[in-house]
C-alpha cells in the first residue's frame, strides 16, 4: 500500500501510554508499520499568522499534489511512445535480481522504481534546513515552496508545448510521407530519369489518376511529357477528368528531406532533456510536498494542542485490507483528546482553529493522508 497516515499527538501523560499501546498493537497484528517523522521545531508567531497561514498551507497542498500529477502525466506521454517498448526490470522492493521481472515501458520501469523511493523518502524523513531553514518565517517558509512550484508548473507548460510543437511538425511531415498520392512527399518516389529536365521547350507534369472503380490503391502516379506552353491547357482539362496535377522540384523535395532530418534530429535532443528536466522536478516537488504535510501537521498541532509547541507525529503505512481496524484503534485511543468529534466530519461552515474542514477529515488527533502513488489522474 502506498498511502501513509501522518498523525499529531500532545505528549501529555494520557496520549503517551495511548501511542506506547499503539506501536504495541500494530507491531504485533501487523496491521501498520509505524515510522518517526521528525518536524523541527519552527517559528510559530501570532495567532492570526498560524491562521492564515493554515489556509494558505491547505491550498498550497492541494495544488502542489496537482503539479506533481502534471509533471508524471507529462512523463507518461513522452516516455510511453518511445520505440523501446519493453524492458525488464527488477521491483526495487528487495526482491533479487532472480525473481520476479516485469516488461514495461521506460515510463512504467522508472516510475515503480521512484515509487519505493517515494515510500523510502517519507518513511525516512529529515527536513531539509538548506533548502528551507527553520530560522524563517512560517509565512515565508510557506512563500518559498509555492514560489518553487510555480516557477516549476510554468517551466513544464513552456517545455511540454515546445516538445509538442517539434513533435507536432515532425507528425505532420510524416504523414504526408506516408500519406495518399494527393498529398505524399515525392522525393522517394520520382527519380530524374522519370523527367525531362533542362529542355527549353518541354516539361514534364506529375499528375494523380484516381481509380474508376473500387480497388486497393486509391490510384495512380503517371508522368505526363508536354509543351510548356501547354501546361495551362492541360491542367484545366485534368481539373476536368479529377485528375490531380502535383507541383514538383528536386530542390523543394532536398529541402524537405532536410526539414525532415532536422526535426528528427531536435525531437531527440528535446526528448533527452525534456525526460532529465522531467525527473529532476518530479523529486523535486515531491520533496517540497512533503514538507508542505510538515508544515500543516506543525501549524494545526500549534492551533489545536496550544503552546508551548509538545507534540509527537507518528508515520503510519496501514496494510491494504487493515485500514479500518486502524481507524478504529486510533479512535478509541484518542478519543480523550476530543471525545464529540472523534471520527467525525463537522459541517463545513464551521469555523474552528486547527481544523480544515473543506479538504480534511477531521478526528480528535491531527491527520494527513499522504498517498505517494502519484501516477493515476
Not at 149 to 178: H, M, P, W
Request: charged share 25%.
Amino acid at each position: 500500500m502506498t498511502e501513509f497516515w501522518l498523525i499529531s499527538i500532545p505528549l501529555d501523560k494520557t496520549s503517551l501510554q495511548s501511542l506506547e499501546k499503539m506501536n504495541r498493537v500494530v507491531s504485533k497484528t501487523r496491521m501498520a508499520s509505524s515510522f518517526r517523522f521528525p518536524i523541527p521545531e519552527l517559528k510559530v508567531g501570532t495567532l492570526d499568522i498560524l491562521l492564515s497561514v493554515s489556509d494558505e498551507l491547505t491550498r498550497l497542498d492541494v495544488y502542489t499534489e496537482g503539479v506533481i500529477r502534471k509533471i508524471s502525466q507529462s512523463m507518461s506521454e513522452v516516455m510511453e511512445h518511445s520505440k523501446d517498448k519493453v524492458q525488464e526490470n527488477t521491483l526495487a522492493n528487495g526482491e533479487s535480481e532472480t525473481q520476479k521481472k516485469i516488461a514495461k515501458s521506460p515510463y512504467k520501469a522508472y516510475f515503480q522504481a521512484l515509487l519505493v523511493d517515494l515510500a523510502s523518502y517519507v518513511t525516512c524523513f529529515q527536513w531539509d534546513r538548506a533548502k528551507y531553514s527553520t530560522a524563517l518565517p512560517l509565512k515565508t517558509l510557506t512563500e518559498v515552496i509555492s514560489k518553487q512550484v510555480f516557477q516549476t508548473e510554468t517551466e513544464l507548460k513552456s517545455r511540454s508545448a515546445a516538445y509538442s510543437n517539434v513533435k507536432a511538425s515532425l507528425e505532420g511531415v510524416e504523414r504526408r510521407i506516408e500519406g495518399n498520392l494527393q498529398i505524399r512527399v515525392l522525393r522517394d518516389v520520382v527519380k530524374k530519369e522519370d523527367l525531362v529536365l533542362g529542355s527549353e521547350y518541354l516539361t514534364t507534369l506529375l499528375v494523380v489518376v484516381p481509380r474508376k472503380i473500387l480497388d486497393e490503391s486509391e490510384g495512380g502516379l503517371f508522368t505526363v511529357t508536354l509543351f510548356k506552353k501547354s501546361v495551362s491547357n492541360f491542367k484545366a482539362k485534368a481539373r476536368q477528368n479529377k485528375f490531380t496535377v502535383r507541383e514538383f522540384s528536386f530542390e523543394e523535395s532536398e529541402k524537405q528531406g532536410q526539414e525532415m532530418t532536422r526535426l528528427n534530429t531536435n525531437k531527440k535532443e528535446q526528448y533527452g532533456t525534456f525526460v532529465r528536466w522531467l525527473k529532476v522536478n518530479f523529486s523535486e516537488v515531491f520533496v517540497a510536498w512533503i514538507h508542505l504535510k510538515a508544515l500543516q501537521v506543525f501549524v494545526e498541532s500549534v492551533m489545536r494542542y496550544g503552546l508551548p509547541v509538545n507534540f509527537q507525529t507518528v508515520l503510519l503505512q496501514p496494510d491494504r485490507k487493515r485500514g479500518k481496524k486502524v481507524r478504529n484503534l486510533l479512535d478509541s485511543l484518542y478519543e480523550h483528546l476530543d471525545s464529540a468529534a472523534a471520527a467525525s466530519t463537522p459541517d463545513v461552515g464551521l469555523d474552528i482553529p486547527g481544523m480544515n474542514t473543506a479538504l480534511q477529515e477531521y478526528y480528535s488527533y491531527i491527520f494527513y493522508k499522504i498517498d505517494v502513488n502519484l501516477m493515476n489522474s
